[in-house]
Structures are given as structure tokens and as C-alpha cells.
């Protein structure tokens, strides 16, 4: 596998369901990011990691949860979703230098359609 | 309110003819800035960026231009293809400010469609 995965590609889920959402990246970025994309929107920042520490929460909702195990891998757990939640996640990652800001290139997966019943 | 904006939401351009992407930032401390494509079903893919001490970057048939007065910049491409139809988006940052300022802040796209 090369660059950013996520799996499942595609995710129902009922509101009262648990699931998990999956993403590896092979480039060995040390930054993680989470974002939501719905229709007609910018894609929104959700969370960031850096050497495996949050360091962003952009105001999201406690019914996601994110977890960066490792800088490889980052889950986004989801609990008690609304159908308002039904977008593309997008996982990306970039290479963050220490001392660095952000704004580096990110290189993104191909996301997941979540559909909320 | 909406920091990158890309006002056409759609694009039509004939195979082989030039197709100019805009895109307007209201942040003067946006310094990098970046295009991505994305097709239907796929992540978005980076595709050309250019810092704000340049005012323009070249890649194949891909220029991006920054106009830092105007706050505006564009990507052209020449010659059109018809795999080029994807949507794009813009996106800026302030990178040499760090925190949130430095993360990316993306357009809502505009979707191109290069007709054979």
C-alpha cells in the first residue's frame, strides 16, 4: 500500500450504532488530519495530530472521538451520530517540521461516505 | 465568513483551449497557497502550489498565478484535456504563524468539464 488509506470506503450506520472509521498513511508524515466534506461546503477541519498529539479540535462534537495510536494511524470513532453527520471524511497527512506551523502540502486519502440513518 | 472563496461553481472548457481557475482570499496573512483536484469518489490530489514571495509557479501544463495586491490567484491549464474534468480546490495558509493560522483553509471547489 503507498500514500493515505482509509477503510471502510463506504459506511451505513444507524444513530444509536458505534463504529470506527480507519486511516494509514505510508509516507511517513508525522501530522494526521481529519476533515469533513458535505455537499456544497468547504472541506472543514476536524482534528489534527502532530507526532501523534491533538493539537487541534475545531470545535467538533463529542459524539466523534478521535485516536492517533501511532503517527502511521488515526481512527475517528463515531457514537450516537445524526443524519446531519452523513458526509466524506477525509483523512490526510503531511510532514510537519518541528517549530512549523502547518500549512504544509497534505496528501489526502480517498475518504469515506458516511450515511447516517 | 468564508476566508477562500471560488465564486464559479462550474467550468466548461473545450479540449485544447486554456482553462483558468479562480480563486479569492480575504486573509492578508495567507502566505502558501495550493490547488488540489478531485475526481468522483477519490480523495482530493495535490496538484501545484506557490508561496507568497512568488508570483507565479510553473508545472507542466498546470500555472499557478498569485496576485497578493488583489488577493487573488488563478491556475491555467493549457492544453485542456478531457481527464482534467474533475473539481478543484483552493486552498491557503499562514504558514509562518503557526497554530491554527497555519492550517489549510480550502474553497467549495469548482468543478471543471473539458469537452473532446
Known amino acids: 500500500e503507498t500514500g493515505v488509506t482509509q477503510t471502510p470506503r463506504h459506511l451505513v450506520m444507524g444513530m444509536t450504532n458505534k463504529k470506527s472509521l480507519k486511516c494509514e498513511q505510508h509516507l511517513g508524515h508525522n501530522a494526521m488530519y481529519w476533515y469533513k466534506q458535505s455537499a456544497k461546503k468547504p472541506l472543514e477541519l476536524m482534528f489534527v495530530y502532530n507526532f501523534k498529539e491533538q493539537t487541534e479540535n475545531n470545535s467538533v462534537p463529542s459524539r466523534f472521538s478521535p485516536e492517533c495510536p501511532n503517527s502511521s494511524h488515526l481512527f475517528l470513532h463515531l457514537h450516537t451520530l445524526q443524519p446531519e453527520d452523513s458526509a466524506l471524511y477525509l483523512c490526510?497527512?503531511?510532514?510537519?517540521?518541528?517549530?512549523?506551523?502547518?500549512?504544509?502540502?497534505?496528501?489526502f486519502g480517498p475518504g469515506t461516505r458516511l450515511l447516517v440513518l | 465568513d468564508q476566508q477562500v472563496k471560488q465564486n464559479s461553481p462550474s467550468l466548461s472548457v473545450q479540449e485544447g483551449r486554456i482553462s483558468i481557475l479562480n480563486c479569492d482570499y480575504t486573509n492578508s496573512m495567507f502566505d502558501y497557497f495550493l490547488w488540489y483536484k478531485k475526481y468522483p469518489a477519490e480523495g482530493p490530489t495535490f496538484l501545484i502550489s506557490?508561496?507568497?514571495?512568488?508570483d507565479k509557479n510553473e508545472d507542466g501544463r498546470f500555472t499557478v498565478f498569485l496576485n497578493k495586491s488583489a488577493k487573488h490567484l488563478s491556475l491555467h491549464i493549457v492544453p485542456s484535456q478531457p481527464g482534467d474534468s474533475a473539481v478543484y480546490f483552493c486552498a491557503a495558509s499562514a504558514r509562518n504563524y503557526g497554530g491554527s493560522q497555519g492550517n489549510l483553509i480550502f474553497g467549495k471547489g469548482t468543478k471543471l468539464s473539458v469537452k473532446p
Open positions: 490526510a497527512s503531511s510532514s510537519r517540521l518541528s517549530g512549523q506551523g502547518g500549512g504544509e502540502t497534505q496528501y
Open positions: 506557490i508561496s507568497s514571495i512568488k
